[in-house]
């Protein structure tokens, strides 16, 4: 654990790591401070090492980013496996026992664990779908997950001498995957329990949150795609480490939604990102993308700054649109049916049939752009839970089906989704614990992904809400009903019997 500066968020990761279902002679904390200068920090580490057998503290001098701290604990650390914590998030209570079986059931090098963040939506969704004891690194998608909040077999980190990058850089988690992705670990990935809790402050103490110089940025960005190349990794690694992040860089914050920065700030963004494609991408990279990806950068290689904007503008006129169709409960199980659909607010994006392919246009300053869509633009989509008091999410039994819009209704794309909830048995982890879930429809059109809350009528759907189940387990009994927000939201509320109604209040989640 790099650690600087924390004040009170470090006390929940403490308390987490002391409840770990491991037990603390199976467990050691080396915790890094990086040269905290208020005081306290230090102080503090060492008197709760004083409490605890298995606690080291380590000193240093300070670097202003967590690798050097993460450095110094990896050569100090004694442990068969290592996992990197960050100072303010927290592990849940059997992660490190779950993710320690299931790395020695398998031989792994690297064990990805579910991670559930607070403060914002659930990363990684494509890992959320199953556990994957040996898993194929480019099949089954395991490199769309490029953050260290996982377990490492240490003698395989030390054995290739792969390190963090030192000083005040960015992206040195991105730049540490690329090099253990590029010397084919034994990979495993553990969807079924919940295992890190990444929480996003809105104060601005994360480090991630701070302003960044976006030529800085994108020179580290391009560092951590070139690194797995220059350790010679698998072509077909390699290929797919650069696929994911041509499909991740329109998620930093300060291209995204380019439509909607301010004119004076454009420019720079705009030429920075240019030259950072042209430098990174090689034009093979565009048949692996969704179309309005693959316009993006095709307007960025040719310096069209006015064609970019109204691609981005095109994409956020597209409105989603979800119609319940049938909803009830089947003994304990909950049903619904949907309709998803997408737009194009003022037919800024239109599909044209040429021949045996489907094209997406949009109107630019010099004239219509188009591209054909590919098969990252079929849409999807699927129902999932995610609870309101602890942030976890979990997917439920789904069906998605395609369905053609029909002429001149002005949808673009359009899906059925068939889902079944079983509150009381789960379907990728256990029965969903007492408290309030949200239920939640997420969906991709044109390859562009969104989340977006069931919604409900209640007065459509009242005989639906006013109906209660419940399920044994042992001498316990749980009730489940389905209810709508404020908001027009479906929320399942699950308690156990004589307990009282669960709290509804802010949405820590």
Not at 406 to 430: H, K, S
Request: proline share 5%; with cysteine; net charge negative.
């Amino acid at each position: 654990m790099p650690v600087f500066e924390p004040g009170q968020n470090i006390v929940p990761l403490l308390a987490s790591l002391d409840a770990q279902s491991l037990g603390r002679r199976a467990v050691e904390l080396v915790f890094v401070d990086d040269g905290s200068r208020d005081g306290e920090t230090l102080g503090w580490l060492r008197a709760r090492a004083a409490e605890r057998s298995n606690m080291v503290v380590v000193s240093i001098a300070n670097s202003g980013w967590p690798g050097r701290p993460r450095n110094v604990g990896l050569e100090r650390a004694r442990g068969e496996y290592v996992f990197f914590s960050d100072q303010d998030d927290e592990l849940f209570p059997e992660a490190l026992e779950r993710m320690v079986a299931m790395a020695d059931r398998n031989g792994s090098d690297v064990v990805a664990g579910k991670v559930v963040r607070v403060g914002g939506g659930t990363p990684y969704w494509g890992l959320a779908g199953r556990d994957v004891e040996r898993a194929d690194l480019v099949a089954d998608g395991v490199m769309q997950s490029r953050t260290v909040h996982k377990l490492f077999r240490r003698s395989f980190l030390m054995e290739h001498g792969i390190r963090f990058l030192e000083g005040r850089v960015r992206l040195e988690d991105h730049h540490f995957m690329g090099q253990v992705f590029a010397c084919a670990p034994v990979a495993s990935v553990l969807a079924s329990y919940p295992c890190y809790r990444w929480v996003r402050r809105r104060d601005g103490t994360n480090n991630s949150s701070k302003a960044v110089d976006p030529d800085w940025y994108w020179g580290y960005y391009t560092a951590a795609l070139d690194v797995a190349d220059e350790r010679g990794a698998d072509p077909d690694v390699s290929r797919e480490l650069r696929r994911e992040g041509a499909q991740q860089c329109f998620s930093r914050t300060f291209i995204n939604r380019f439509d909607r920065r301010p004119q004076a700030a454009r420019h720079a963004y705009f030429a920075s990102t240019a030259a950072f494609v042209r430098g990174a991408f090689g034009e093979e990279v565009d048949r692996e993308l969704s179309v309005l990806r693959r316009l993006r950068f095709q307007t960025l290689r040719v310096d069209d700054e006015p064609a970019f904007l109204a691609v981005c503008q095109a994409l956020s006129s597209l409105q989603r649109h979800v119609d319940v169709e049938e909803v009830g409960w089947s003994g304990t199980a909950l049903d619904v049916r949907l309709r998803v659909r997408v737009r194009s607010d003022d037919d800024r994006i239109t599909l044209e049939k040429e021949s045996d392919r489907t094209i997406a246009a949009l109107a630019a300053p010099g004239g219509v752009i188009s591209a054909a869509l590919g098969p990252h633009d079929v849409p999807w989509g699927s129902l999932s839970v995610r609870s309101v008091q602890s942030g976890i999410e979990w997917p439920v039994e789904c069906r998605s089906v395609a369905v053609q819009p029909g002429d001149g209704d002005g949808w673009l794309q359009e899906i059925t989704i068939d889902a079944r909830v079983q509150p009381f048995v789960g379907f990728v982890g256990p029965a969903l614990e007492p408290g309030t879930w949200r239920l939640q429809v997420r969906s991709s059109f044109l390859g562009e992904p969104a989340v977006q809350a069931l919604p409900l009528e209640p007065d459509v759907h009242a005989d639906v809400l006013a109906q209660r189940v419940r399920d044994r387990n042992g001498s316990e009994v749980f009730r489940a009903r389905l209810t709508c927000s404020a908001a027009s939201s479906a929320m399942l509320r699950i308690r156990q019997a004589g307990d009282a109604q669960p709290p509804t209040g802010s949405d820590r989640s």
